[in-house]
């Protein structure tokens, strides 16, 4: 006889929350802010940004409570905002509080597009871009982590406090709050790789940032590899003692545990989103508007980054057309994709690379009414986004180096009528777990070309056992587990460090 595994939920980590949080104030801290408020002809209204991050991370909030701070870079925000800089969020049914901090133009340049991303984004990712390293992008980061430290010292003031960070903009974050209050418990997710030493060595700056994530009581990864590296990386560089069978590295009298939690998403609202008669209403209008009535659909939504191997997907399109011409005309891809960090020379460029390949690959095989791929390079609304996925036979996540990649799972959430192809690339985190998707290197053109054409003419029987068993795994995988594991194991240290009680238990039943 089989038992079905118990499967996190909201309640279920509300109650664990509860019970084992006690009276500790929960504190989340992110460059990004989940709801962005724009000031638009005299009108605030909102956005929440493209990221994984936010997306995964809201979910908890609302269901723990607790104050988010984050960098306030939205046009209506000091609009907004009440005293402390405070607002309540969702604006459509407040859970928890939003705290936002104000940057200057010269902090958010050097913080965040220079040492942020120009620096550690390509560092931290094998796609072939060199990092720039400059002085004053440095300055600034620490300078900015100084203000993020400030603004989470004073939420706390002197209340027992747990405090997640999240990612690579606030390296240095942890460490700044156990110098002036040790008794802070302190996690941080890194939601992208962690390259290997070899990799790593060349940050002018690399002792610094080791020392400032390991001022995390817990530190988690999406992946083995990526926790594996960063101990190596560690026991490479720092006098610090690392025991690699239980991933712990102790340096200057502080433990941080080391370990894997692979990110992932609401899978049950993302289904409940998808089932919704709004989208149903918005695939029939979408069919009208891109023509994709008859057509089999394939689809990739993005950020447009580098590292997504948006340009090596557009080559195997074109390869696919061009080896199997018996498609044209019947299969199209529908490109989603969101303009991102474009004061930044590469991401420019990549836009620039990705037009011209559009240019090349329709003007060469589009038809009177055809053309093989259609390009939405705008932000679309969530509705519209879940249509196409559900209009999708199937979707291609080719990251070139990717910590988790939630696109990937958000497809696989969104198909409750267990259709659908997923082709992954192996360097994507998702990889490990979404085993019955079709792995395809993104730089073998002409394997990841043939992977289309087997996507196109799958039986839909294949489909469905593949699609099921994906979802089994994201269901149970799902974003209230991720979090469950990572509270659990910040709370058991703070019962063996400074409070007295029993361990708490991880269990989704109660
Ligand atoms: O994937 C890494 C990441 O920082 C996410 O955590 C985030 O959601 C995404 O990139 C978007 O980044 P940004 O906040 O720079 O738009």
Request: hydrophobic share 40%.
């Amino acid at each position: 006889m089989t038992t079905a595994r118990a499967v996190w939920t909201s309640q279920g980590l509300q109650q664990l929350v509860k019970r084992e949080l006690g009276d500790c104030h929960l504190v989340v801290v992110s460059n990004r802010q989940p709801y962005i408020y724009k000031l638009l002809d005299g009108q605030v209204s909102y956005e929440m940004p493209a990221g994984g991050l936010t997306n995964a991370i809201d979910p908890l909030m609302q269901s723990c409570g607790g104050t988010w701070i984050a960098h306030g870079g939205g046009t209506g925000d000091r609009l907004v905002v009440e005293s402390g800089n405070k607002v309540m969020v969702p604006p459509h049914d407040p859970s928890y509080t939003l705290r936002l901090l104000w940057l200057t133009e010269e902090e958010e340049q050097g913080y965040y597009y220079g040492f942020s991303n120009n620096a550690l984004w390509p560092l931290c990712h094998n796609a072939y871009t060199e990092p720039q390293f400059r002085s004053r992008d440095w300055q600034a980061y620490r300078r900015v982590n100084e203000l993020f430290a400030q603004q989470v010292l004073d939420e706390v003031g002197n209340r027992p406090a747990v405090v997640f960070t999240q990612d690579y903009h606030l390296a240095l974050l942890s460490n700044l709050l156990k110098d002036s209050n040790p008794d802070i418990i302190t996690g941080q997710f890194w939601h992208i790789p962690w390259p290997n030493p070899d990799i790593f060595r060349i940050c002018p700056w690399q002792d610094e940032i080791l020392e400032g994530v390991l001022g995390n009581d817990v530190l988690g990864f999406h992946i083995g590899e990526h926790s594996n590296n960063f101990v190596e990386t560690v026991a490479r560089s720092l006098d610090a003692r690392v025991d690699r069978d239980y991933s712990l590295v102790n340096f200057r009298g502080g433990t941080t545990l080391v370990r894997p939690f692979p990110i992932s998403v609401d899978f049950d609202e993302i289904e409940r989103e998808s089932r919704s008669a709004a989208v149903t209403r918005e695939m029939d209008a979408l069919t009208e508007e891109l023509g994709l009535e008859g057509l089999i659909v394939g689809l990739g939504i993005d950020r447009i980054d580098y590292t997504k191997g948006i340009p090596h997907r557009f080559r195997a399109i074109g390869r696919f057309f061009q080896k199997y011409p018996q498609y044209r005309e019947k299969v199209v891809f529908v490109q989603a994709g969101v303009m991102s960090r474009t004061d930044i020379d590469a991401y420019q460029r990549l836009a620039e690379q990705v037009d011209d390949l559009l240019e090349e690959i329709n003007s060469r095989f589009a038809t009177a009414g055809w053309k093989p791929i259609i390009y939405l390079p705008t932000d679309l609304p969530s509705t519209k986004l879940m249509a196409l996925r559900r209009l999708a036979q199937f979707c291609v996540v080719s990251s070139l180096h990717d910590g988790m990649n939630l696109v990937a799972k958000e497809y696989v959430a969104s198909r409750f009528d267990e259709d659908g192809v997923l082709i992954l690339s192996p360097f994507a985190g998702a990889a490990l777990e979404l085993t019955q998707a079709l792995i395809v290197n993104p730089y073998a053109t002409d394997d990841f070309a043939d992977n289309i054409l087997h996507a196109v003419t799958m039986p839909l029987e294949d489909r469905q056992m593949r699609m099921r068993r994906m979802r089994a795994t994201v269901r149970e995988n799902n974003i209230y587990k991720w979090a469950a594991q990572l509270l659990v194991q910040m709370l058991q240290l703070n019962r063996r460090g400074r409070f007295s009680g029993a361990e708490p238990a991880l269990s989704s039943a109660d």
